[in-house]
């Protein structure tokens, strides 16, 4: 308790610089034991970079979709089968309603219905396509559904397609190195200061390594918190954080221990 107690009186007096090297030893901990996890959703938060050939139906409450979408699926030249969400059905009956001529009454029974996206692969034939809408509307029937105009949406910008690949291929690369980077500099300026600090407290008592004992209690309390998180979150690469929880304690053994010769 008493080097627990020191780190935070020591902390108090340099508030600042404390706060950032437990933030970013929170943060290099927590990427580097989720790093999988967090990879795949910020692939996720990237918009496509492909271009988009899709065209958007509206289907009667009475036709199951799941039945729709196993049928549809396995058609040579539909990539995807996408179900809107709720937001975007409000966007896509507007644009139907326009498209249509429908008005204000018949937008509103519409909104009831349940929407979906039909992907189709690029470039492919407009005998193709009208195949796969006379096919949908078969199984639907003709009553049930209503089919939008085929859209192309052709993403050109080479600078930001280039952009997006980068993330899109090295998504954790870039964060930990930032992350990596500010933790230098705030542990080795937190570290310049506990010098004097733990000289003071050697010098006027009979405790031996305190530098390196304070930077251990320190480092224990960022991996007490990354596992009440990963508890909290319900997160299970536990074997993770204990790998990553062991480099992080052997690091103030490299920089904070100070081998002394007795006589």
């Given at each position: 308790?008493?080097?627990l107690?020191?780190i935070?009186?020591?902390?108090?007096?340099?508030?600042?610089?404390?706060?950032?090297?437990?933030?970013?030893?929170?943060?290099?901990?927590?990427?580097?034991?989720?790093?999988?996890?967090?990879?795949?959703e910020?692939v996720?938060?990237i918009?496509?970079?492909?271009?988009?050939?899709?065209?958007?139906?509206?289907?009667?409450?009475?036709?199951?979709?799941?039945?729709?979408?196993?049928?549809?699926?396995?058609?040579?030249?539909?990539?995807?089968?996408?179900?809107?969400?709720?937001?975007?059905?409000?966007?896509?009956?507007?644009?139907?309603?326009?498209?249509?001529?429908?008005?204000?009454?018949?937008?509103?029974?519409?909104?009831?219905?349940?929407?979906?996206?039909?992907?189709?692969?690029?470039?492919?034939?407009?005998?193709?396509?009208?195949?796969?809408?006379?096919?949908?509307?078969?199984?639907?029937?003709?009553?049930?559904?209503?089919?939008?105009?085929?859209?192309?949406?052709?993403?050109?910008?080479?600078?930001?397609?280039?952009?997006?690949?980068?993330?899109?291929?090295?998504?954790?690369?870039?964060?930990?190195?930032?992350?990596?980077?500010?933790?230098?500099?705030?542990?080795?300026?937190?570290?310049?200061?506990?010098?004097?600090?733990?000289?003071?407290?050697?010098?006027?008592t009979r405790?031996?390594s305190?530098?390196?004992?304070?930077?251990?209690?320190?480092?224990?309390?960022?991996?007490?918190?990354?596992?009440?998180?990963?508890?909290?979150?319900?997160?299970?690469?536990y074997?993770?954080?204990?790998?990553?929880?062991?480099?992080?304690?052997?690091?103030?053994?490299?920089?904070?221990?100070?081998?002394?010769?007795?006589?």
């Amino acid at each position: 308790m008493f080097y627990l107690n020191e780190i935070i009186n020591f902390s108090k007096r340099n508030i600042f610089l404390s706060f950032i090297l437990f933030l970013s030893s929170f943060a290099l901990l927590n990427t580097a034991s989720n790093y999988t996890h967090y990879e795949e959703e910020i692939v996720k938060l990237i918009p496509k970079l492909e271009n988009e050939f899709y065209f958007n139906a509206i289907l009667s409450k009475d036709i199951h979709v799941d039945q729709v979408r196993s049928k549809i699926s396995d058609l040579p030249g539909v990539v995807d089968f996408e179900l809107s969400s709720q937001a975007s059905m409000k966007s896509i009956i507007n644009n139907l309603g326009t498209e249509f001529g429908l008005n204000n009454e018949e937008v509103k029974v519409m909104s009831e219905l349940r929407s979906f996206r039909i992907n189709l692969q690029e470039n492919l034939s407009q005998k193709s396509i009208s195949l796969i809408r006379e096919y949908l509307e078969r199984i639907a029937g003709s009553e049930n559904i209503l089919l939008g105009a085929v859209t192309k949406k052709v993403n050109d910008d080479l600078i930001i397609k280039s952009f997006l690949r980068s993330i899109k291929q090295w998504p954790m690369q870039g964060i930990i190195a930032l992350v990596f980077f500010i933790w230098v500099i705030s542990f080795f300026s937190f570290n310049s200061r506990l010098i004097n600090h733990s000289y003071i407290i050697e010098k006027f008592t009979r405790k031996n390594s305190v530098r390196l004992k304070m930077a251990l209690s320190l480092f224990s309390v960022v991996i007490i918190s990354n596992l009440l998180f990963f508890i909290l979150m319900e997160q299970s690469s536990y074997m993770s954080l204990a790998l990553a929880s062991a480099t992080l304690l052997l690091i103030p053994f490299v920089f904070c221990y100070k081998l002394t010769w007795r006589k």
